[in-house]
């Protein structure tokens, strides 16, 4: 292994805290690239970690099956009493497996077409707000986030948050989002330091970041809600008091999960391709064309499998998951029977080895233009969905895969097949490129977010 550890990143946590905490922040990403780009596919990017690109290698490390695989404790907020025991922060490849197991069914491909009434009826809540708009200027990001926090609330909790009705949509839950998530990086390096203050009451929280404060509260009202749930629903064989994993708390931090790793991916992806469609006046066109035929009566229901059939349409979500890096990062996971073999080189058991997602949908080899937005090359080259790796593989990628796709179809179509809007005071290399990785792609940390007026209906 002498290359690959043939590096100062190898030998210190330091160097990786200073790309990613301090003097520079959310920065290893692009540094781990220039490391490839110096020693080769695989690299320490720390004394633990071995970081590899290679996009063929993706699916045996993120593998499911018989090949187990653990999470990397030193990435995770394994002992915070809040989030510690969801499914993403659970470490070993059994538990995971089981806690995994009790979603699976409501997330399948099924359960998104049973539930694409409700997204609808939210996407249409959210188009009658923006036809009231027109004239105005409405933020993409925030809009977005309240139609996706709202499918996921009403879903999970069976009660919609509410935010498509709130003045500022989901501003509140994406700056405390936003905010919040910037700890990843630190917790890396100090886990003990975060997850005591993931665990902080909110009224305490408050005193040092009114974002770790709202986070709070929302963690309570979600404890609240299982809570309800359970003394109205639960009989006592179905949910036994001793049983660890159904007790409000635990459910909770799964909760907070679904909610956390549901909104702001899909948010990001809907407002980036709408961006980019916005952009381009060849792709916007070629897409209004295709809905007009595919959806001449604009209120009639369609289902998902006839969404899916329109290709220039699932072009652009394809387009759209590979540009906008809901989760950019690099997900170590750890094998704990086996040895990987990558090229020459063993990788031995026990060890944490990754890909990230943003440098494979980034890789010139793969996309020639890496930067520009070309639904087309998905249908020149079907073959390329191999290599859209958005949802991560194996046993710990997105449950809410076919949920989340469902959204982006649905919001995709019935938005462009209704509003004409423009962009509106909006900087790409600020304000929708991913420039800062903290687990999700973020733009500038400054950015004024993607802005667009909405124009009116679409005429016809
Ligand atoms: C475009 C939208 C989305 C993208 C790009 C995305 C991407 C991902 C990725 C890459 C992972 C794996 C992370 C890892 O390896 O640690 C993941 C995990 C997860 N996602 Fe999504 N996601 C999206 C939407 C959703 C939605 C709508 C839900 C709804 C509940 C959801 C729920 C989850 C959960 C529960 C996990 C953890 C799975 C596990 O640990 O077994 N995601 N997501």
């Known amino acids: 292994m002498t290359e690959v550890t043939d590096n100062l990143a190898a030998l210190t946590f330091w160097y990786e805290f200073y790309y990613d905490v301090y003097p520079n922040q959310f920065q290893y990403l692009w540094k781990i690239k220039q490391l490839h780009e110096q020693y080769g596919p695989i690299v320490c990017i720390n004394p633990i970690h071995i970081h590899i690109h290679d996009p063929d290698y ?86 977005m986030a309240a139609l996706t926090m709202d499918v996921i609330s009403g879903y999970c909790f069976g009660e919609a948050m509410g935010y498509l009705e709130n003045p500022e949509y989901a501003k509140e839950w994406l700056d405390m989002l936003h905010g919040g998530i910037q700890i990843r990086p630190i917790g890396r390096q100090f886990p003990w330091l975060i997850n005591t203050l993931l665990d902080l009451p ?123 890096h ?3 990062s690099r997900q170590p996971l750890i094998t704990t029977h086996e040895e990987l073999q990558y090229e020459q080189w063993t990788i031995p058991r026990g060890t944490p080895v990754m890909e990230s997602l943003y440098l494979i949908h980034m890789d010139p080899d793969i996309s020639p233009e890496p930067f520009a937005f070309r639904p087309e090359c998905w249908i020149e080259n079907p073959k390329l969905t191999k290599y859209l790796f958005a949802f991560s593989r194996g046993s710990r990628g997105c449950l809410g895969m076919n949920l989340a796709i469902s959204e982006l179809y649905v919001a995709m179509a019935y938005l462009f097949r209704t509003l004409e809007m423009e962009i509106y005071n909006t900087v790409e ?24 007026k909405v124009l009116g209906e679409v005429k016809g």
């Open 58 to 143: 993706f699916e045996t490390i993120y593998t499911s099956g018989t090949h187990k695989r653990n999470r990397c404790s030193w990435c995770m907020h394994e002992g915070a009493s809040s989030f510690g025991s969801g499914m993403l922060e659970t470490m070993d490849h059994d538990l995971h497996k089981m806690r995994r197991s009790a979603g699976t069914s409501y997330f399948s491909k099924r359960s998104a077409q049973e539930l694409a009434p409700s997204v609808v009826g939210k996407v249409f809540k959210l188009l009658d707000r923006l036809k009231n708009d027109t004239g105005k200027i409405v933020n993409l990001n925030d809009a």
């Open 202 to 324: 909110p009224w305490i929280a408050v005193y040092l970041s009114p974002a770790a404060a709202i986070m709070g509260e929302l963690h309570l009202g979600i404890l609240r809600r299982i809570e309800k749930i359970r003394d109205e629903e639960a009989s006592p064989d179905k949910l036994k008091a001793t049983d660890h994993e159904k007790k409000p708390h635990r459910l909770m931090t799964e909760g907070q999960t679904f909610v956390a790793a549901g909104t702001e991916t899909t948010a990001r992806t809907l407002s980036v391709t709408t961006y980019s469609l916005l952009k381009s006046m060849d792709g916007r066109e070629k897409l209004k064309e295709e809905l007009w035929k595919g959806l001449p009566e604009r209120t009639l229901p369609v289902s998902l499998p006839q969404w899916e059939a329109l290709l220039y349409l699932s072009a652009v979500i394809n387009e759209g998951l590979r540009v906008a």
């Open 326 to 328: 809901g989760v950019s």
């Open 429 to 452: 290399a600020r304000d929708v490129l991913t420039t800062n990785d903290c687990f999700v792609g973020m733009k500038d940390l400054k950015s004024d977010d993607m802005k667009v």
